[in-house]
């Protein structure tokens, strides 16, 4: 990884990500390419690029001599329900330009999947790396396609293409577009600004989540890992945390009142499509994933940092 170009460089995990990279690469070799949400401030190359546009990114390819893509953009699951076909076409279309210009340019790609992955007819608690793949929305479906996707262009032209399954992201600095999993940041905001949050999911409802840092440092491992080690060319489980709605309300009240009253929506069925717990251990094994962040440390966090963001 030397010239590396981000898509959705100011999403949720561009925001986060693109920093890092700068970090260890250099400021100069990491190109962000972004659209409707780059920030004035934002320190480093930057194009604006609106997906899919295969022809545009050959042409960012080639003048910045990228060899390694991070392909984040996608409509989340929630926002995709709204408009299922536009959801297929960029979700989708923009993956396939990059597959087939790392076919062309012999790029390195990561490409995120997701627990989206999943469906009701997946075991739910401790879901294994190898199991049944049915999703209901068609966010799920393109993760789906694009996993295959992944192992198809590994084994037919030997694209090095690689993936996790994010779990849901908590994070202070971009928000979330559109997720299921958005109530687990949006409750920190609503407890530092109103101490009342009401709640889309039902108090039960546990899914699997994950601090950015520790999202930030599985993408990079992963991305470095030793390409003989990895056995799983679709996308790896990722895991950290799992904890249902009424204990991360339970793990904020321990030092910020917050009044949480559940009203489910449709959001609750996705929810309910999803696994409990993501058994990771094939990602452990093959390139040492580890998670840091526990829901005690991961609070502590949100509460200190949007406290400072939010000037409270
Ligand atoms: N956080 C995502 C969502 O809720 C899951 O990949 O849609």
């Not at 100069?28 to 899919?52: C, H, W």
């Not at 297929?88 to 993956?95: A, I, R, T, V």
Request: net charge negative; aromatic share 10%; with cysteine.
């Amino acid at each position: 990884m030397k010239r590396i170009l981000v898509t959705g460089a100011f999403g949720q995990i561009g925001s986060e990500l693109v920093p890092a990279l700068q970090d260890k690469f250099g400021k100069e070799n990491v190109i962000a390419v972004g659209n409707s949400r780059i920030p004035e401030d934002f320190d480093g190359v930057v194009e604006k690029l609106n997906q899919p546009d295969k022809e545009g990114l050959r042409g960012l390819i080639t003048k910045y001599e990228i060899d390694t893509v991070f392909h984040l953009v996608s409509l989340l699951s929630a926002t995709g329900e709204k408009d299922p076909s536009f959801t297929w076409h960029l979700n989708m279309q923009s993956m396939k330009d990059v597959l087939d210009l790392a076919v062309e340019f012999k790029l390195k790609v990561f490409w995120p999947s997701s627990i989206a992955a999943f469906g009701p007819t997946t075991p739910r608690d401790f879901t294994p790396q190898r199991t049944v793949l049915e999703p209901t929305t068609m966010y799920g479906v393109t993760k789906v396609a694009g996993e295959l996707l992944c192992q198809y262009y590994f084994n037919k032209f030997g694209v090095d293409v690689r993936s996790v399954r994010y779990p849901g992201i908590i994070s202070y600095k971009a928000l979330p577009g559109g997720g299921t999993t958005d109530y687990a940041v949006a409750i920190f905001y609503d407890a530092i600004e109103k101490g009342e949050y009401e709640c889309f999911v039902s108090e039960e409802t546990t899914l699997p989540m994950m601090y950015m840092d520790d999202a930030v440092k599985a993408t990079i491992d992963l991305m470095e890992a030793d390409p003989a080690k990895l056995t799983v060319r679709t996308s790896y489980n990722l895991a950290a945390i799992s904890f249902t709605a009424e204990e991360l309300a339970a793990e904020i009240n321990k030092t910020l009142p917050v009044q949480v009253t559940y009203k489910p929506d449709h959001r609750q069925n996705i929810a309910n499509s999803w696994p409990k717990s993501i058994d990771d251990s094939q990602a452990r094994q093959d390139w040492g994933w580890q998670h840091e962040y526990d829901l005690p440390k991961m609070t502590e966090i949100m509460i200190n940092e949007l406290k400072k963001k939010l000037g409270k």
